[in-house]
């Protein structure tokens, strides 16, 4: 177990150099700088050159890209991502405010998407011709032929009297008590929650059903209801603890997918998370802020598609990761 | 043994035959010229294509009044034909509602939305084709070294497959397109292609790596054949089923990316008509006026479209996949 976690943490340092790496030359590679839309608006040309020499100066841009580049990683090793060139605050500063948000919204679409998944996909191989089946399978199939932003503004056009429009809080939250606040934003989350989870949910739900397929035309299942195992427990202790592994890999690498959901369903809700702290760097052109994002998304998916790895070692004796290298 | 496909696989198919050819002759299903058209005594035929000197500036509504005869096309409206050019006298501004004029209701500048969806179909499915195309063979490529090779080459391309899956998809493209300031359907296309490829190449090198060790590769080694003609004449051809299938749901979610990416006002630049663009340009009507054929229509173009390639792949995989 030891050699193995060392060695997947050993690779993962070419590839967080590579994302970096990317990550920069996608920022600087960019025509335009930040600057150009001060300078448009400044009157006297002179005096705008000027403070923006001393502009570039402050933040590094005057230097060789090869030291900007050494220096901005060497900072970002001890968490420090420079200051925004919008409004010069702290880079980490406007993460932490956005972060929590962004969390909140992806945690509870994982959790939600997985927590029915299962209950979906055993039942839809246990009883293949219900038509409640059929309905759910087929609703999810549609919902996920639909662009996610068009089910929002839907999901707002036909609900927007029962459910908020914007944000997670509504603008008394703070007078709240403190289950009021928990309700208020629980009743923020539903539908941006819903429009994050159905994509994921779709997808898990359908690689249940055939995980749970294949396991239920096994020879030990066949075997353990010979044995008169009942058959509750044929299937949830037999079948689904097998047909669960692909599953759990699953979790790590549905993670970018919420990320990148995010920025259209924080848009779309108006929530303040990483999504729309993104989108909004990017159409002005913050490269500190463009940067950390994308390096903060990418370490967060690869750690996660490791502890999936390892939770699928822990979930099956059989892989005991490490074992045959 | 032949296998049968299912009757959802052939509607799949022939739905997406269906869309392909709106695609391609989406000039002969709406346009604002005719499709033939006699005026003055001389005949025009497909003047949509050689845009004659005569016709410059008319319609098929005013040419219909001084032609000796013409043909038109079934939606008699081009897809960026405003209601000025329309000679269509209305109490109200646009957008107006689906009525026999218009079949699907007109935008806020009048022009038809099924002329628009017609030739966005185009451009949907040209942005999920071509896309797709550069994802296959960069695919296929680096695949089939990782496989072949192994050892040091198979390191160094995982790692980069590796890296481009960390990337969250949407991100790396918004990042690309918005850093870059470009909106125009090539980037777009190149940009999809080269972040999508990971899903195909893993596929492919999985596959390279059970093909190569079987008989017919060690023979082709014994005849002496090069590295580069075994793996592109004998093992690419053999794993090629997988990313057919593969290559199906691809086309699917670049079409989907793309009204993501148009929503976020990174897709076709604004005269073009893409089912995202439609999309976006109906959000900012849809609470004001109520224009819901706005909304409704381009998404279920995108939805059946989605559905039909997905359909389109289940059906592959079933025909493909001896396990299925």
């Known amino acids: 177990m030891r050699p193995y976690l060392v060695r997947r943490l050993l690779q993962m340092v070419p590839t967080f150099l590579g994302i970096t790496l990317l990550t920069f030359a996608i920022s600087r590679l960019a025509p335009g700088d930040p600057l150009q839309l001060d300078t448009e608006s400044a009157s006297a040309a002179g005096q705008a050159a000027a403070a923006n020499d001393a502009f570039r100066a402050q933040h590094g841009l005057d230097l060789p890209l090869h030291v900007q580049y050494l220096r901005w990683l060497g900072k970002i090793l001890t968490l ?59 609703t999810l199939y549609l919902l996920y032929a639909m662009p996610t932003f068009w089910v929002a503004v839907m999901l707002l056009l036909l609900l927007g009297d029962f459910f908020p429009f914007q944000g997670l809080e509504s603008s008394g939250h703070d007078a709240m008590s403190l289950p009021g606040r928990v309700l208020d934003t629980a009743w923020h989350l539903v539908l941006p929650v819903f429009c994050l989870s159905y994509p994921t949910l779709a997808v898990v739900s359908r690689q249940v059903r055939a995980a749970m397929t294949d396991a239920l035309a096994q020879d030990y299942v066949r075997a353990a209801r010979a044995r008169g195992i009942p058959e509750r427990s044929v299937i949830f202790k037999h079948a689904l603890r097998n047909s669960l592994l692909p599953v759990v890999t699953m979790l790590g690498l549905s993670l970018p997918h919420l990320i990148g959901g995010s920025v259209v369903v924080e848009r779309v809700f108006g929530i303040n998370g990483m999504g729309l702290l993104a989108f909004e760097a990017i159409s002005l052109r913050d490269y500190p802020v463009v940067m950390a994002i994308c390096t903060l998304a990418a370490l967060v998916t690869m750690v996660s598609v490791l502890v999936a790895d390892l939770l699928y070692g822990l979930a099956d004796p059989r892989i005991r990761v490490g074992a045959g290298s | 043994m032949r296998r049968r496909i299912p009757l959802r696989g052939r509607l799949a198919l022939t739905a997406v035959i269906l869309l392909v050819l709106t695609a391609v002759g989406a000039d002969l299903l709406a346009a604002h010229l005719p499709l033939a058209v006699r005026v003055d005594g001389t005949t025009y035929w497909l003047p949509i294509f050689r845009q004659p000197v005569a016709l410059r500036g008319a319609t098929q509504q005013q040419l219909a009044t001084t032609a000796e005869w013409i043909w038109r096309t079934p939606v008699p409206w081009g897809p960026n034909q405003t209601f000025a050019a329309n000679a269509v006298i209305a109490d109200t501004p646009p957008p107006w509602g689906p009525d026999l004029q218009h079949w699907l209701g007109t935008d806020e500048l009048g022009r038809d939305v099924l002329a628009r969806l017609i030739h966005g179909a185009r451009v949907s499915l040209t942005v999920g084709f071509l896309s797709v195309a550069i994802c296959v063979f960069i695919g296929l490529l680096l695949g089939g070294l990782a496989g072949y090779y192994g050892r040091g080459v198979d390191a160094v391309i995982s790692r980069i ?20 300031r470009i909106s125009s359907l090539t980037p777009l296309v190149l940009v999809i292609g080269f972040t999508r490829w990971t899903d195909i190449a893993r596929l492919v090198r999985a596959e390279v790596l059970k093909l190569k060790g079987l008989d017919f590769i060690t023979a082709s080694r014994a005849l002496g054949l090069s590295d580069a003609r075994i793996l592109v004449r004998h093992l690419l051809p053999n794993a090629l089923s997988p990313v057919l299938v593969a290559a199906t749901f691809a086309v699917a979610s670049a079409i989907l990316i793309e009204s993501a990416l148009s929503f976020l006002g990174l897709g076709a630049p604004p005269p073009t008509a893409s089912w995202g663009e439609l999309l976006t340009q109906a959000h900012r009507y849809l609470t004001h006026p109520g224009a819901w054929w706005l909304a409704i229509f381009p998404g279920l173009c995108i939805a059946v479209t989605v559905l039909a390639l997905n359909e389109l792949g289940e059906a592959l995989r079933g025909l493909l996949d001896p396990r299925a």
């Open chain 1, 80 to 138: 420090d991502f420079g200051r925004s060139l919008q409004d010069h605050r702290p880079v980490v500063e406007k993460l932490a405010e956005a972060l929590p948000q962004t969390l909140l919204l992806a945690s509870v679409s994982l959790l939600l998407a997985y927590l029915l998944a299962i209950p979906i996909g055993v039942h839809a191989a246990v009883r293949p011709k219900s038509k409640v089946r059929r309905g759910v399978t087929l």
């Open chain 2, 161 to 180: 497959t590796e890296i481009m899956i960390t990337f969250p998809t949407l991100f790396f493209v918004l990042a690309v397109l918005g850093l870059l």
